[in-house]
């Protein structure tokens, strides 16, 4: 298991490798573009971070898709562009040598959820002819309106409409806990973990996005809060930890904190795998 965050690139991407030293991460997931803006990475610039990133060999990297991405969006414009966003993104992941690109689920319109799935599965088919080194990895979303995936059963009918078994999955404890999973006990880890199992979803996941929640179980609000901090709790996240679903896996932070309550949240993780 390799722990990590998700750090800001404000300072150029070279200040992350210096950040991922700083907080002691072993893996690490970022933007390669403006997350607020369509233009998108440019493929000089991944391929001479991703050099760079080797040379200094802090670990892998992840890189997740910016902000505006919505792959089921029922707005045909919008859609297009975000089609063409991930297209650009991945290719840049390709050069840079980003062990992952994470997107979420994507939402659709009220009450059009098969319509929405379909949207979704255009644009993970379109990016999965371009990831060759790259794993793509669908993120699900924490229940909020129209959501194409929030459940490992939602998960799992998405799958199966793109219909290809490179697909992979990342899982966010804070929006699994907001969709209803009860990851602050042991009894309900065991219960999403059995569930993963059962739907033959095991062998896809890839990554995790370790947030605890602000808001209680079954909320289906995305607010990430510091670890043992929120409803999920210390016990939750021990439980999480010792799954041998997860010894494995990178898992990444995504909570609100500066430098040093980041690198004292990382040493909570490792405290709580052992």
């Given at each position: 298991?390799?722990?990590?965050?998700?750090?800001?690139?404000?300072?150029?991407?070279?200040?992350?490798?210096?950040?991922?030293?700083?907080?002691?991460?072993?893996?690490?997931?970022?933007?390669?573009?403006?997350?607020?803006?369509?233009?998108?990475?440019?493929?000089?610039?991944?391929?001479?971070?991703?050099?760079?990133?080797?040379?200094?060999?802090?670990?892998?990297?992840?890189?997740h898709a910016p902000y505006l991405v919505n792959i089921a969006?029922?707005?045909?414009?919008?859609?297009?562009?975000?089609?063409?966003?991930?297209?650009?993104?991945?290719?840049?992941?390709?050069?840079?040598?980003?062990?992952?690109?994470?997107?979420?689920?994507?939402?659709?319109?009220?009450?059009?959820?098969?319509?929405?799935?379909?949207?979704?599965?255009?644009?993970?088919?379109?990016?999965?002819?371009?990831?060759?080194?790259?794993?793509?990895?669908?993120?699900?979303?924490?229940?909020?309106?129209?959501?194409?995936?929030?459940?490992?059963?939602?998960?799992?009918?998405?799958?199966?409409?793109?219909?290809?078994?490179?697909?992979?999955?990342?899982?966010?404890?804070?929006?699994?806990?907001?969709?209803?999973?009860?990851?602050?006990?042991?009894?309900?880890?065991?219960?999403?973990?059995?569930?993963?199992?059962?739907?033959?979803?095991?062998?896809?996941?890839?990554?995790?996005?370790?947030?605890?929640?602000?808001?209680?179980?079954?909320?289906?609000?995305?607010?990430?809060?510091?670890?043992?901090?929120?409803?999920?709790?210390?016990e939750g996240f021990g439980e999480v930890l010792h799954r041998?679903?997860?010894?494995?896996?990178?898992?990444?932070?995504?909570?609100?904190?500066?430098?040093?309550?980041?690198?004292?949240?990382?040493?909570?993780?490792?405290?709580?795998?052992?």
């Amino acid at each position: 298991m390799r722990l990590g965050a998700h750090l800001g690139t404000r300072g150029g991407l070279r200040s992350a490798a210096q950040e991922a030293r700083t907080v002691g991460a072993e893996v690490v997931q970022l933007f390669l573009s403006n997350p607020r803006a369509w233009a998108g990475p440019r493929v000089e610039t991944a391929e001479r971070f991703g050099a760079e990133w080797r040379e200094v060999g802090v670990g892998p990297f992840y890189v997740h898709a910016p902000y505006l991405v919505n792959i089921a969006s029922p707005n045909p414009g919008f859609h297009t562009k975000s089609l063409e966003l991930v297209a650009r993104s991945v290719a840049a992941c390709e050069v840079a040598g980003a062990t992952g690109f994470v997107v979420h689920a994507g939402a659709g319109g009220p009450g059009e959820p098969a319509a929405a799935r379909d949207r979704a599965a255009t644009v993970l088919r379109a990016a999965l002819e371009l990831a060759h080194d790259t794993r793509l990895l669908v993120e699900l979303m924490a229940g909020t309106s129209g959501a194409v995936a929030s459940t490992l059963a939602e998960a799992r009918a998405l799958f199966d409409v793109v219909g290809d078994e490179r697909l992979g999955l990342c899982l966010d404890t804070c929006h699994l806990f907001a969709a209803g999973y009860g990851l602050d006990d042991a009894e309900g880890v065991a219960a999403c973990f059995d569930e993963l199992h059962d739907l033959g979803l095991d062998e896809r996941l890839a990554l995790v996005h370790a947030n605890d929640a602000k808001h209680p179980r079954g909320s289906h609000r995305d607010r990430h809060e510091r670890i043992g901090e929120g409803h999920i709790g210390a016990e939750g996240f021990g439980e999480v930890l010792h799954r041998p679903e997860v010894r494995d896996l990178d898992l990444v932070l995504e909570t609100p904190a500066d430098l040093e309550q980041r690198t004292r949240e990382l040493a909570m993780l490792r405290r709580l795998a052992t």
